[in-house]
């Protein structure tokens, strides 16, 4: 574990999955800043791993979450790793599956959501939007779908992403008119912003000199509580990733 102030100014922990001397694989909360501009209090994530010791204080990070998502982040302890997880996310060599929550009222429509959604996405200021030209590829799959067990207007997705854009899942979804549940940007007025759930769950990533390998963790005391089909399908997917 690693400790530090978080946001909300109490002490947290960041679970370590994996440890090399090149990379960590750690869990970041939701409610926690991957990295900041500015950050003199040493909040974000990057800034908790760099003070937490020595041969951490030039880790850097190949990739992001947004700060209400959870989930698995890899962090660069050396140049060779920077380089390294740069260069395979260019090539598209990582997979990523995500747990999500999102409003659904017509359980009708469930076996409609399943499969590729192919879109293209526009960054204007801090919220990406659905274009019909002139944007990114943002290719999203839902893989499965379960009903929440105490809220029947609501669902479990499990998302693999295809590629990787700012807000794409988020703004994906809402597109599909089933908008993650809690997100006041791309989703209802009213909604609480603590009920967003959307976490970064399983990871095929390649370290620098191992062999590649899936990260997950099965039993994360912050994960909701999943139907059992969704669970056996993302065990079904982690045991066929490894």
């Not at 409610?31 to 030039?58: C, Y």
């Not at 293209?120 to 067990?149: C, M």
């Not at 899942?169 to 908008?179: F, N």
Request: hydrophobic share 40%; glycine share 6%.
């Amino acid at each position: 574990m690693i400790e530090g102030i978080g946001q909300s100014g109490r002490m947290s922990s960041l679970p370590v999955l994996f440890r090399s001397e090149h990379e960590l694989v750690v869990v970041k909360p939701a409610g926690v800043a991957s990295e900041l501009t500015s950050d003199p209090r040493g909040v974000s994530l990057i800034s908790r791993i760099r003070a937490h010791e020595a041969a951490f204080e030039n880790a850097k990070l190949p990739h992001r979450l947004d700060r209400v998502t959870r989930g698995l982040i890899v962090v660069a302890l050396t140049d060779r790793a920077i380089a390294h997880h740069n260069e395979r996310i260019r090539l598209g060599s990582w997979k990523k599956l995500y747990l999500a929550c999102v409003h659904h009222p017509d359980s009708s429509r469930v076996d409609d959501l399943l499969g590729m959604h192919r879109l293209y996405l526009r960054t204007r200021g801090r919220q990406a939007h659905v274009v019909r030209s002139g944007g990114r590829p943002a290719w999203t799959e839902i893989l499965a779908a379960a009903p929440v067990s105490d809220r029947l207007d609501r669902l479990h997705l499990l998302i693999q992403l295809h590629t990787g854009r700012m807000h794409q899942i988020r703004a994906t979804l809402a597109h599909l008119g089933i908008p993650l549940v809690g997100d006041w940007l791309y989703g209802r007025d009213g909604d609480e912003e603590k009920a967003f759930y959307l976490e970064h769950a399983l990871l095929r990533f390649s370290p620098v000199d191992c062999e590649p390998m899936t990260i997950h963790w099965p039993e994360d005391p912050d994960r909701p509580k999943l139907a059992a089909e969704l669970r056996q399908r993302l065990e079904t997917i982690r045991m066929e990733w490894t």
